[in-house]
């Protein structure tokens, strides 16, 4: 009885609401609804009941177009950046599986973003796509891996996990489905074919570099890995698991000096950076990029297994968003815009690294006298952090983003003087570090060119100054301790050659100092360098 009463009354009240207004319909909200003309910074969009003119599909398309474009540099400058390596490599003679060594230091000639002239560079590119390779590091190394989209694999040497000893690194591509050893190697696994690698080794006594590169000459090597060989157990065999490998001598390892070489190893800004990332799409497997990265790239028709040749409508919109994301990630280096950047209050000193970690996602753990306290992970990415790093930096690790004391080494920037205004080639400046610089091995500044973010290529050739007397003099403290570097096109009178370095005055430039097995003053900020000032 109670139900049929219900079923009455919601008849009644459906057949009131259809009497009333027969035609009536829900109104569509405000918010669901686009306007016939719609304004945009794309121009004027006509939109008739919600369907586009062909004029406005076209609009919509060329900027959709665009920012598959943008967002191709953007998202994946860094891939290019590790392309452009290889490709230097390459230019002079170095092959994959053989090792640069930079036996003189580098100098201004080689075209490196950021490198420095104070320690003795070594590097090379793996080639995974025929098996593992097995990489053998010199004691007292610090250095890294990258993959072929610069992705961070491992650490090299006394942040890795020989910690300084030297050991065997095995290094595994993606495709490889065969056994591999228990013990013996330090193992990485890829998922790109292409590797880069590189480190650094220290002077000893911070002047002759022949001993060290003897060393690196004798504990570097580079070669295949034989399946079944050392790290294989005969029991692994016994078992039927694995064949036994031969253990015989690595073939000899192929080194080259790189000083004093013209190279270039810098990421194009011209049409040829999409010919590179298609390099790199068509050399790597097609899941070697996550998917929503590699999306973009396909969308402008970079795709593997298929000829990249954009139509001329295509090439235009490309070429304008190059353009635009070239200038995007140039200002973003140059002219940082977040001042938590900013490594002390009210100066130009900067290091972003410690607010974002080497991921740019979560900032670098403290370190206390009570342990390790990491920060909790923020859940996304400071995405002008990354576009500013890897426009002017080559190699990422955890190394370089660490408040641990007497390790590694730290860094700050400054692209602009006291004044906030940027460095003038033709004029000369000062900087003044405080008495007790924080640093247990040695400190220097190195001046880059703004343009190239290489070293700056004056008849100094070394563009550095600090506490090391190679490749130039060392620095001298004045008598109250501190030391003051100047930078200038010619040598300001009275100063020492080891407090100089020399400008162009043709060029703008900006400077790194570099701190080496940095003291903890440092991290406390109770040790604090001088803005760098126009000497009037």
Do not use: C
């Not at 910074?41 to 406005?56: H, M, N, V």
């Not at 929503?292 to 954009?310: D, N, Q, S, V, Y």
């Amino acid at each position: 009885m109670r139900r049929t009463y219900f079923t009455i009354m919601s008849l009644a009240l459906a057949t009131a609401i259809h009497t009333t207004n027969p035609q009536a319909t829900a109104a569509i909200p405000p918010s669901l609804v686009t306007p016939d003309k719609v304004e945009t910074r794309i121009g004027t969009l006509d939109f008739k009941e919600g369907a586009p003119s062909k004029a406005a599909a076209d609009k919509v398309y060329d900027n959709l177009d665009f920012t598959y474009a943008y967002r191709a540099f953007m998202d994946n400058l860094r891939g290019v950046s590790i392309q452009a390596v290889r490709k230097g490599l390459q230019s002079i003679g170095v092959k994959d599986n053989e090792v640069l060594v930079f036996e003189q230091l580098m100098d201004a000639k080689s075209l490196f973003l950021t490198a420095n002239a104070d320690t003795i560079y070594v590097m090379g590119s793996l080639d995974l796509s025929k098996g593992p390779v097995v990489l053998e590091t010199p004691p007292r190394f610090l250095g890294a891996m990258q993959d072929a989209w610069f992705r961070w694999l491992i650490d090299l040497g006394a942040p890795g996990p020989d910690r300084g000893e030297g050991g065997k690194y095995l290094i595994v591509g993606p495709d490889y489905t065969r056994p591999l050893p228990e013990g013996g190697f330090f193992v990485a696994r890829s998922r790109t074919n292409s590797i880069v690698w590189f480190g650094r080794s220290f002077l000893e006594n911070h002047s002759d570099p022949k001993p060290v590169v003897e060393g690196i000459k004798k504990f570097t090597k580079v070669y295949p890995y034989e399946v079944g060989g050392v790290g294989t157990p005969v029991a692994d065999f016994l078992a039927g698991k694995v064949k036994l490998g031969k253990i015989t001598p690595p073939p000899p390892t192929v080194f080259h000096d790189g000083s004093g070489k013209v190279m270039n190893t810098i990421p194009p800004n011209d049409w040829s950076f999409y010919e590179m990332i298609n390099e790199v799409v068509q050399k790597e497997p097609a899941t070697s990029l996550d998917a929503e990265l590699m999306g973009p790239i396909a969308a402008i028709g970079i795709i593997k297994g298929k000829p990249f040749a954009p139509d001329a409508r295509m090439k235009k919109i490309m070429t304008d968003a190059l353009a635009v994301a070239n200038a995007t990630s140039r200002t973003l280096f140059m002219s940082p815009r977040d001042p938590a950047w900013y490594y002390y209050p009210n100066s130009s000193w900067f290091n972003y690294l410690f607010l974002t970690g080497y991921e740019f996602e979560t900032p670098i753990p403290e370190v206390t006298r009570e342990g390790v306290k990491p920060y909790p992970p923020t859940g996304y990415r400071t995405m002008d952090a990354r576009t500013n790093f890897f426009y002017g930096i080559t190699g990422i690790t955890p190394g370089m983003a660490m408040r641990l004391t007497g390790i590694g080494s730290q860094y700050l920037f400054a692209l602009v003087d006291a004044d906030k205004n940027y460095f003038d080639g033709a004029k000369t400046y000062k900087v003044t570090l405080p008495k007790g610089i924080p640093e247990e091995n040695f400190w220097s500044f190195t001046l880059y060119d703004n343009m190239t973010r290489s070293m700056l290529d004056t008849p100094q050739r070394y563009p550095r100054a600090g506490s090391q007397s190679y490749p130039s003099p060392a620095a001298e403290a004045g008598v109250d301790g501190s030391t003051t570097i100047y930078f200038g096109p010619t040598q300001p009178e009275g100063v020492k050659r080891g407090n100089w370095i020399q400008t162009d005055p043709k060029k703008g430039w900006f400077t790194l100092l570099r701190l080496y097995s940095p003291l903890e003053p440092f991290f406390t900020k109770k040790w604090r360098p001088s803005e760098i000032e126009l000497v009037k």
